[in-house]
């Protein structure tokens, strides 16, 4: 079975810590996103890559970067974490191009900055 | 700007009956349409694409449309049951680049009552 695996469900961070989050796929896809879910505010793409060491803004990259040193592995940074950044955070991966089969999803991480 | 708005945040129905969930959309031209649902705390898991020069689409009880003029997608969950119960989420497409990414609607949660 296909898989989008996060590294952490729960985390717990304080204000100002350097937060990595990881993401791994094990579908051999190119694109992977990471996104951000806040209630009533739905999915916002921060992120995503359509190649090893490539990286392209979505739509609220601040305070955020990422890397993606391999094709399965996608890593979200919060440079500097701050209160706001409290969030479920979901990764994703697809084909390259949009298929029959959509996006699959990470089960999720959820962040808490104290 | 570009909108995804889905029409309500809950939907309650009784179990057997139909639900209709809208998706519309402004500013977009979508060259696909997804659905997905999201389970409290769990990623979103891909139902159901349609392409812009698809009207309609089927997946066992679910039935999808998608409206191009009136920037407007159905879903449908006909013979609803409690399993059923969940948050449904439209996301759009975009072209970015050489490739595409996934914008989504805040979503509306369906119960069915048994």
């Known amino acids: 079975d296909v898989k989008v695996t996060q590294s952490s469900r729960y985390l717990v961070k304080r204000t100002g810590e350097k937060v990595f989050l990881e993401c791994v796929q094990d579908m051999d896809h190119e694109n992977m996103f990471w996104y951000r879910q806040d209630p009533g505010l739905g999915l916002r793409l921060i992120y995503f890559?359509?190649?090893?060491?490539?990286?392209e803004k979505g739509d609220i990259p601040e305070g955020y970067s990422v890397s993606r040193e391999k094709k399965e592995r996608f890593s979200l940074i919060l440079e500097s974490a701050s209160t706001n950044q409290t969030s479920m955070y979901l990764c994703?991966?697809?084909?390259?191009?949009?298929?029959?089969?959509?996006?699959?999803f990470g089960s999720g991480t959820r962040l808490t900055v104290v | 700007s570009q909108k995804i708005e889905q029409n309500s945040e809950a939907l309650n129905i009784q179990e057997g009956k139909t639900a209709t969930l809208t998706c519309n959309y402004t500013?977009?031209?979508?060259?696909?349409l997804q659905w997905y649902r999201q389970d409290p705390g769990r990623g979103p898991v891909f139902l159901l694409l349609i392409r812009e020069n698809e009207k309609e689409k089927r997946k066992e009880r679910l039935k999808v449309t998608f409206d191009t003029t009136l920037k407007q997608s159905l879903f449908h969950i006909t013979a609803s049951q409690p399993a059923d119960s969940a948050t449904y989420l439209c996301a759009l497409d975009i072209i970015w680049s050489n490739d595409y990414k996934l914008s989504f609607g805040a979503g509306t949660t369906v119960t069915v009552r048994a």
């Open positions: 994703a991966s697809n084909l390259g191009q949009a298929t029959n089969y959509g996006y699959t």
């Open positions: 890559s359509y190649d090893v060491k490539m990286k």
């Open positions: 500013n977009y031209s979508p060259a696909y």
